[in-house]
């Protein structure tokens, strides 16, 4: 018999089975698709020899995670290449804000008036980023703080609304490049908790970049294969999961599947009925003929860039998809140029670029007309570049990856006390009725991201559990 079961091989399933095997328990992994990955695969979606990323690009999170940081990752070939800058968030005059590694050259972006307030704002974390990402991303409880001053003092400014926090800026670059942060996990600008997600965003980037994985996001979920596998762990790919019956038997089942799936296979009837999916995103991946003609020269050398004219277009874009309920016609746009950093994702002189926006969760239209005259306002010419061009919508993402419900790429909506307390209101969220079964994705704390710590997190309540049995 085995110590551990993991179904599903996306980040947070790998690094369960990782620690697990670490601490000596067998473990074995089953995923659906042919390939392992979950939302960090590497594809050839558009033309041969260019190789896109279906779902997260950029990884601001993954590079400072310290359940990765404790891994050997790089001898299993994973290795982070970093733009001149993580991030540039263009304007339609031509000029642009910036999200530097420089706290300096980022709030010299903003301008005068508001660059010595940004300065304050980052300078008490930044310090203690890395106990300060340990303590946040363990929550809850899994481990207790192990800077309680600092994480208290992060809570106060991060737990009011985004908007609370920008109302210390006093020109509105800066509250863009902001909003925007908070936007790439599609939450709502007045939520709570969504001034400490915009805050974790910059603080990330400062620290250690908005880096890409050197061949593609598969380099991550293939490092952690490969680590997993070295420590004797097994891997089984197309291997769809109906039932718990359909799996050897084991001692702890560890679910990196929806709330919705893992209620299905493992008879828990309604336990998660309460559990909310957010908005979907329509996504773009693009086979170019050459750079980005960005008008704004930051963001010829960003690896990600940023689209909406200001704080109040973003603000928009948002209510129109959760209030709404309809696609926005500018929409907020979070896209990402890994071939400014890394030549092996596109043929020479070509390049890939991936661009999203939000829509209704299940949303069948085509947002791509719209996507791309958005782009247009601050790459003019950009239609012209385009080789080919693969489009996604809510249908397709959630076909591709059982996980993204009515295509939400988040695996559960970022509002309200979901924000932390996810998949339900417990102090034990990894763990469910059933004794032996555990859930390990992003419907857990911390949340989404490619950060593995929704793993991490839960793989400590399955080992702690193995012990006591």
Same mark, same amino acid.
């Given at each position: 018999?085995?110590?551990?079961?993991?179904?599903?091989?996306?980040?947070?399933?790998?690094?369960?089975?990782?620690?697990?095997?670490?601490?000596?328990?067998?473990?074995?992994?089953?995923?659906?698709?042919?390939?392992?990955?979950?939302?960090?695969?590497?594809?050839?979606?558009?033309?041969?020899?260019?190789?896109?990323?279906?779902?997260?690009?950029?990884?601001?999170?993954?590079?400072?995670?310290?359940?990765?940081?404790?891994?050997?990752?790089?001898?299993?070939?994973?290795?982070?290449?970093?733009?001149?800058?993580?991030?540039?968030?263009?304007?339609?005059?031509?000029?642009?804000?910036?999200?530097?590694?420089?706290?300096?050259?980022?709030?010299?972006?903003?301008?005068?008036?508001?660059?010595?307030?940004?300065?304050? #704002?980052?300078?008490?974390?930044?310090?203690?980023?890395?106990?300060?990402?340990?303590?946040?991303?363990?929550?809850?409880?899994?481990?207790?703080?192990?800077?309680?001053?600092?994480?208290?003092?992060?809570?106060?400014?991060?737990?009011?609304?985004?908007?609370?926090?920008?109302?210390?800026?006093?020109?509105?670059?800066?509250?863009?490049?902001?909003?925007? #942060?908070?936007?790439?996990?599609?939450?709502?600008?007045?939520?709570?908790?969504?001034?400490?997600?915009?805050?974790?965003?910059?603080?990330?980037?400062?620290?250690?970049?908005?880096?890409?994985?050197?061949?593609?996001?598969?380099?991550?979920?293939?490092?952690?294969?490969?680590?997993?596998?070295? #420590?004797?762990?097994?891997?089984?790919?197309? &291997?769809?999961?109906?039932?718990?019956?359909?799996?050897?038997?084991?001692?702890? &089942?560890?679910?990196?599947?929806?709330?919705?799936?893992?209620?299905?296979?493992?008879?828990?009837?309604? &336990?998660?009925?309460?559990?909310?999916?957010?908005?979907?995103?329509?996504?773009?991946?693009?086979?170019?003929?050459?750079?980005?003609?960005?008008?704004?020269?930051?963001?010829?050398?960003?690896?990600?860039?940023?689209?909406?004219?200001?704080?109040?277009?973003?603000?928009?874009?948002?209510?129109?998809?959760?209030?709404?309920?309809?696609?926005?016609?500018?929409?907020?746009?979070?896209?990402?140029?890994?071939?400014?950093?890394?030549?092996?994702?596109?043929?020479?002189?070509?390049?890939?670029?991936?661009?999203?926006?939000?829509?209704?969760?299940?949303?069948?239209?085509?947002?791509?007309?719209?996507?791309?005259?958005?782009?247009?306002?601050?790459?003019?010419?950009?239609?012209? #570049?385009?080789?080919?061009?693969?489009?996604?919508?809510?249908?397709?993402?959630?076909?591709?990856?059982?996980?993204?419900?009515?295509?939400?790429?988040?695996?559960?909506?970022?509002?309200?006390?979901?924000?932390?307390?996810?998949?339900?209101?417990?102090?034990?969220?990894?763990?469910?009725?059933?004794?032996?079964?555990?859930?390990?994705?992003?419907?857990?704390?911390?949340?989404?991201?490619?950060?593995?710590?929704?793993?991490?997190?839960?793989?400590?309540?399955?080992?702690?559990?193995?012990?006591?049995?």
């Amino acid at each position: 018999m085995l110590d551990a079961v993991v179904v599903g091989a996306g980040p947070n399933g790998l690094t369960a089975a990782v620690e697990l095997a670490r601490r000596g328990f067998s473990v074995a992994v089953f995923e659906a698709r042919d390939t392992v990955g979950g939302g960090a695969r590497t594809e050839e979606l558009t033309l041969p020899g260019f190789r896109h990323d279906p779902c997260s690009a950029a990884h601001p999170l993954a590079v400072n995670s310290p359940a990765f940081r404790a891994m050997p990752l790089e001898r299993h070939g994973l290795e982070w290449l970093h733009a001149e800058l993580p991030m540039a968030h263009p304007f339609t005059d031509g000029t642009a804000a910036v999200l530097s590694r420089s706290v300096a050259e980022t709030a010299a972006s903003f301008g005068p008036r508001d660059a010595g307030t940004y300065r304050r #704002l980052v300078a008490p974390f930044l310090p203690r980023w890395d106990t300060l990402a340990r303590d946040f991303m363990s929550l809850p409880l899994s481990s207790l703080p192990r800077d309680p001053v600092t994480l208290a003092r992060f809570g106060l400014v991060g737990l009011p609304p985004s908007t609370w926090l920008t109302r210390r800026f006093r020109d509105d670059r800066a509250r863009t490049l902001f909003a925007g #942060l908070v936007a790439h996990v599609m939450a709502p600008l007045n939520g709570i908790l969504t001034g400490g997600i915009g805050l974790v965003f910059a603080l990330a980037a400062h620290a250690r970049g908005w880096p890409v994985a050197r061949g593609g996001s598969q380099s991550i979920s293939d490092a952690l294969a490969s680590y997993l596998k070295d #420590l004797g762990g097994t891997v089984h790919t197309d &291997y769809e999961v109906r039932r718990l019956d359909d799996l050897p038997p084991a001692r702890a &089942y560890v679910f990196d599947t929806s709330p919705t799936a893992l209620a299905r296979i493992a008879d828990l009837g309604q &336990y998660y009925a309460g559990f909310r999916y957010g908005p979907g995103v329509f996504k773009v991946d693009y086979a170019l003929d050459g750079p980005v003609p960005w008008t704004a020269r930051e963001a010829r050398v960003a690896g990600t860039v940023q689209i909406g004219a200001d704080s109040a277009e973003i603000g928009a874009a948002l209510r129109a998809v959760s209030r709404e309920g309809r696609a926005p016609d500018r929409p907020f746009m979070i896209t990402v140029q890994p071939s400014v950093v890394d030549p092996t994702r596109a043929p020479a002189g070509k390049q890939v670029f991936w661009a999203y926006g939000h829509v209704p969760s299940g949303w069948s239209g085509d947002l791509t007309d719209v996507i791309e005259r958005q782009l247009e306002r601050f790459a003019p010419g950009f239609r012209d #570049l385009v080789l080919a061009r693969a489009t996604a919508g809510p249908p397709e993402l959630a076909a591709r990856n059982a996980n993204y419900v009515g295509g939400d790429i988040a695996s559960g909506a970022v509002s309200g006390l979901q924000t932390l307390l996810r998949p339900k209101l417990s102090l034990f969220p990894y763990s469910t009725p059933h004794p032996a079964v555990f859930i390990c994705s992003s419907a857990t704390p911390p949340g989404p991201g490619v950060h593995g710590m929704s793993g991490h997190n839960a793989a400590k309540a399955v080992w702690r559990r193995l012990r006591q049995t």
